[in-house]
């Protein structure tokens, strides 16, 4: 049995069960990480998140692994970072660096807060518009607002890469139910997607404002995803349906975001700025198969967020 200690917390409502792998090195080498993620996220009998997240070092200070709950680990998280970001702060003592995840550098800062008594990063996010994750681009460059029929004969697509593979197709109005079809689909069709795919549907509210829902490959709908809200930001600047080195109000299920997009000599990137709430701590117990935990230290920045959230969707 390993007692490791956790905290929970949450960007933009996507909830995680983050771990410092620095202090608490010799207590993860032997722990099998996917079967804790299966357990621990499990919101029957586990603790119940949408995903793990561990800091750990690197060759180049600290860096981020995150575990979805299906035990597959994500190349990039763009709320988990976030949340990492606030963790790393405490040893390194700056408040702008690097955090790699996934074998990529992330430039992340505390930024400003985006509402009273909400801590704030953001994460400087690169942007690739092919790759290897999209057998269906056929050596273009970009994939912009196209069809791909295979997938559904209604719908124009975005292909982004910002270290997870990602869909966007902007609709009138966003329908759950289809949402989890598409996804489902979309993740079993490896002919295409070959490594599967995290799919967003997109509303475009008015010339900076979008609402996004995401299926995530690995998770499934979830409230919201960071790098998926990313994507659709950097997708609706690509389009031209939104300007660069301008705010986005990026709505989700989970809350808010802003992005800005960034395009240059040296490629596109796009900063994530957004909450990086600590809701609680405590301790867990893992043997391999089960788990216990405990509640302790909870904190009120979760009260602070959901006013926020009421706020803004009032005004929305």
Same mark, same amino acid.
């Given at each position: ?12 409502? %996507?909830?995680? &069960?983050?771990? /410092? ?10 722990? /099998? ?13 586990? &603790? ?8 750990? #070092? ?11 709950? !299906? ?6 998280? +763009? ?8 963790? $790393?702060?405490?040893?390194?003592? =700056? ?5 790699? #995840? ?5 430039? @992340? ?23 290897? !994750?999209? $057998? ?16 559904? !004969? /209604? ?8 270290? %997870?593979?990602?869909? @966007?197709? *902007? ?25 599967? @795919? ?5 509303? =475009? ?13 690995? $998770? ?10 990313? #994507?659709?930001?950097?997708?609706? @600047?690509?389009?031209? *349906?939104? =300007?660069?080195?301008? !705010? ?18 040296? +490629? ?6 957004? %909450? ?15 788990? *216990?935990?405990?509640?302790? /230290? ?19």
């Amino acid at each position: 049995m390993t007692k490791l200690q956790y905290i929970k917390c949450h960007g933009s409502g %996507n909830d995680f &069960i983050m771990i /410092d792998g620095v202090a608490q090195a010799d207590r993860l080498s032997g722990i /099998d990480l996917a079967a804790l993620a299966r357990t621990a996220c499990d919101r029957s009998n586990g &603790i119940g998140s949408d995903g793990v997240l561990l800091l750990v #070092s690197s060759a180049d200070g600290y860096g981020m692994r995150m575990f979805n709950p !299906d035990g597959s680990e994500a190349g990039m998280c +763009g709320n988990g970072i976030r949340c990492v970001a606030r963790l $790393a702060e405490r040893y390194v003592g =700056q408040s702008e660096f690097d955090l790699v #995840s996934g074998g990529r550098i992330i430039r @992340v800062r505390h930024a400003e807060p985006i509402c009273r008594g909400i801590e704030t990063y953001g994460a400087q996010i690169g942007i690739r518009t092919a790759s290897d !994750d999209f $057998a269906f681009m056929a050596g273009r460059e970009r994939f912009v607002e196209q069809p791909i029929e295979a997938l559904a !004969d /209604d719908l124009l697509f975005t292909a982004i890469d910002t270290g %997870n593979p990602h869909l @966007v197709a *902007r609709v009138g109005r966003i329908d759950l139910e289809r949402l989890d079809e598409l996804g489902r689909r979309a993740n079993g069709m490896r002919d295409i997607l070959p490594h599967g @795919v995290n799919l967003s549907l997109c509303e =475009q509210r008015d010339g900076h404002t979008l609402f996004v829902a995401t299926y995530e490959r690995g $998770a499934g709908i979830t409230l919201s995803c960071g790098t998926a809200m990313t #994507s659709a930001a950097t997708a609706a @600047v690509l389009a031209g *349906r939104m =300007q660069a080195e301008r !705010d986005i109000r990026v709505m989700n299920r989970g809350g808010m975001v802003l992005c800005r997009t960034h395009i240059g000599r040296e +490629g596109i990137v796009t900063r994530l700025t957004g %909450n990086a709430t600590f809701q609680w701590s405590g301790s867990l117990d893992f043997d391999g198969e089960a788990l *216990r935990y405990d509640v302790s /230290d909870k904190t009120d920045e979760q009260q602070a967020w959901l006013r926020f959230v009421d706020e803004i969707n009032a005004r929305s």
